[in-house]
């Protein structure tokens, strides 16, 4: 199956930094791509929803500003989560809709743990 | 609103049974049904998805019963395993742009 992969699985940083996550597809190219966030034992939370080469899609109640979201290409996307507090402290996952096929199928991410101190 | 509700909400079977998790939709616009496994610390994996035209579809020891009508749907698990103890999400969407709506999960124990 197709595959997307997260860059970093893991990064803790201090409060007041920024953090970028990459998500890639592999082998397709995704024209969309999705952030989720998840907290423990819950489900996913859609953050925003990214087309490549234009301006992300946020949710209500997701800060725009917060959370930058670029997606330059049909295989990369970009999550910035800038000046962490501790309360973004979360499981960061993306997803990339594979179009090549009949149905659309929505692939994820290893998803990144974020710790904010 | 919950678009999209799971139940139940965590399931013991024990190994060599059947784990049945339903899940029912409101929108009838929503023509695509995947369900996902998750491991703790990792991203849902894709195990099977339908779409409305048909009333089930198997793979291997998934099966996912369709019932549109009744605006259900239902992920079947036979001879359970272990190995299957993991979290599992429903999820539907309309064809084209529009993104997941996934229902809260079920955390699934399989026990020996």
């Known amino acids: 199956g197709a595959v997307v992969s997260q860059h970093p699985s893991r990064v803790i940083c201090k409060s007041g930094t920024s953090v970028k996550i990459e998500c890639r597809s592999l082998?397709?190219?995704?024209?969309?791509m999705f952030w989720y966030r998840q907290f423990p034992k819950q489900s996913l939370m859609l953050m925003a929803t990214s087309n490549e080469g234009s301006k992300a899609t946020y949710e209500q109640g997701v800060e725009k500003d917060k959370f930058l979201i670029n997606h330059a290409s049909l295989t990369l996307s970009t999550l910035t989560v800038t000046s962490a507090h501790p309360e973004d402290s979360s499981f960061y996952i993306c997803s990339a809709r594979d179009r090549s096929g009949v149905t659309d199928t929505q692939y994820f991410g290893p998803g990144t743990r974020l710790t904010v101190l | 609103q919950q678009q999209v509700k799971q139940s139940p909400q965590s399931l013991i079977v024990q190994k060599g049974g059947i784990s049945i998790i339903n899940c029912a939709y409101e929108n009838t616009a929503f023509d695509y049904f995947p369900w996902y496994q998750q491991f703790p610390g990792k991203g849902p994996a894709l195990l099977i998805a339908i779409r409305p035209d048909v009333s089930e579809k198997k793979e291997g020891r998934f099966t996912i019963s369709f019932n549109k009508s009744a605006k259900q749907f239902s992920l079947h698990i036979m001879d359970s395993q272990p190995g299957d103890s993991a979290t599992y999400f429903c999820?539907?969407?309309?064809?084209?742009?529009?993104?997941?709506?996934f229902g809260k999960g079920t955390r699934l124990s399989v026990i020996a």
């Open positions: 082998d397709f190219q995704a024209t969309t």
């Open positions: 999820a539907a969407s309309i064809s084209g742009n529009t993104p997941l709506v």
